[in-house]
């Protein structure tokens, strides 16, 4: 069902997926592949401006975010990835998404992100050299080029950021929710 699901947000036949996974499974990596996870902060400052880094490895714009690493929870994941990749101090107010990054074409490997909004509380901006080409503050009708999926988040954040309320966003289900026999 997983190679279905799989095949379902990609080109590939799932007869593919089926094969990489039970390739995968015991040799080394006991039970099922699931996806990574990245966790990612939509930091807001004082003016309503949104905190946003230039990737290394892209060239695009987006909000700092890293991979989820042992020993931390989400949320300090979140903070974490923004004082590493900018020198901005920041406290999380809330989740604001969930999503998975292949189904939405964000990615080309599964992962889950989950995203916070954070508020700056000290430190300065100082992008990391081996993350960011550059880092800055952005109003939303000043945002920089190119950026990633901005239409899908943006609104959302900035509404956080304006503290107005907001729902954590995530992919609803599908019907059916997998491909495959529903017996």
């Given at each position: 069902?997983?190679?279905?699901?799989?095949?379902?947000?990609?080109?590939?036949?799932?007869?593919?997926?089926?094969?990489?996974?039970m390739?995968?499974?015991?040799?080394?990596?006991?039970?099922?592949?699931?996806?990574?996870?990245?966790?990612?902060?939509?930091?807001?400052?004082?003016?309503?401006?949104?905190?946003?880094?230039?990737?290394?490895d892209?060239?695009?714009w987006?909000?700092?975010?890293?991979?989820?690493?042992?020993?931390?929870?989400?949320?300090?994941?979140?903070?974490?990835?923004?004082?590493?990749?900018?020198?901005?101090?920041?406290?999380v107010?809330?989740?604001?998404?969930?999503?998975?990054?292949?189904r939405?074409?964000f990615?080309?490997?599964?992962?889950?992100?989950?995203?916070?909004?954070c508020?700056?509380?000290?430190?300065?901006?100082?992008?990391?050299?081996?993350?960011?080409?550059?880092?800055?503050?952005?109003?939303?009708?000043?945002?920089?080029?190119?950026?990633?999926?901005?239409?899908?988040?943006?609104?959302?954040?900035?509404?956080?950021?304006?503290?107005?309320?907001?729902?954590?966003?995530?992919?609803?289900?599908?019907?059916?929710?997998w491909?495959?026999?529903?017996?």
């Open positions: 069902m997983a190679a279905d699901m799989r095949s379902r947000v990609s080109d590939e036949p799932a007869v593919v997926f089926e094969a990489e996974w390739r995968t499974v015991g040799s080394g990596i006991s039970g099922y592949v699931t996806p990574k996870v990245a966790v990612g902060a939509v930091v807001g400052d004082g003016d309503g401006r949104l905190l946003l880094i230039q990737r290394a892209s060239g695009v987006l909000y700092p975010t890293g991979w989820a690493d042992i020993g931390y929870s989400p949320a300090e994941v979140a903070v974490k990835e923004v004082w590493e990749e900018t020198g901005i101090r920041c406290e107010v809330q989740p604001i998404a969930i999503h998975d990054g292949l939405l074409g990615s080309r490997i599964p992962l889950y992100s989950i995203v916070f909004h508020r700056a509380v000290g430190g300065t901006l100082s992008p990391h050299p081996e993350e960011c080409l550059d880092a800055g503050w952005f109003g939303r009708d000043e945002l920089p080029d190119p950026i990633v999926s901005f239409d899908r988040w943006g609104d959302h954040a900035f509404r956080a950021i304006e503290g107005l309320p907001v729902i954590a966003d995530f992919d609803h289900p599908r019907d059916p929710v491909r495959g026999s529903q017996d």
